[in-house]
């Protein structure tokens, strides 16, 4: 049985930082690409970072380029989000997520959602 586990969401001040987590087990977690996702109230799921099983490359979204860092640790099956200057903005539910696709930035493109941790930033 695969699960995703996120953890490590909480409430801080716009300027602030926080590092997300996410366990997988129940997966070749190397094989897969694993990402991070974010949904505010009313409105869509949306990208937010990406890092490839290979060679650990890795994609963001415009809106959070040059403040959050994503990384992946396969040894130990752990995925990290490391997230600087947190902007009002960027309050959602961040979720992690796995993908078989070399690349992929559409929430459908992906087999398994962690059940989400919720990040609010405040003004």
């Known amino acids: 049985q695969v699960q995703l586990v996120e953890s490590g969401g909480g409430l801080v001040q716009a300027g602030g930082s926080l590092r997300l987590s996410c366990a997988a087990s129940g997966l070749t977690f190397s094989s897969y690409l694993v990402s991070w996702f974010r949904q505010a109230p009313g409105k869509e799921r949306e990208f937010v970072a990406a890092?490839?099983?290979?060679?650990?490359?890795?994609y963001y979204a415009d809106s959070v380029k040059g403040r959050f860092t994503v990384s992946r640790d396969n040894a130990n099956h752990m995925l990290y989000l490391q997230m600087n200057s947190l902007k009002p903005e960027d309050t959602a539910v961040y979720y992690c997520?796995?993908?078989?696709?070399?690349?992929?930035?559409?929430?459908?493109?992906?087999?398994?959602w962690g059940q989400g941790t919720q990040v609010t930033v405040s003004s």
């Open positions: 997520a796995a993908s078989v696709y070399a690349l992929a930035y559409k929430a459908n493109e992906y087999t398994y």
């Open positions: 890092v490839s099983w290979s060679v650990g490359r890795t």
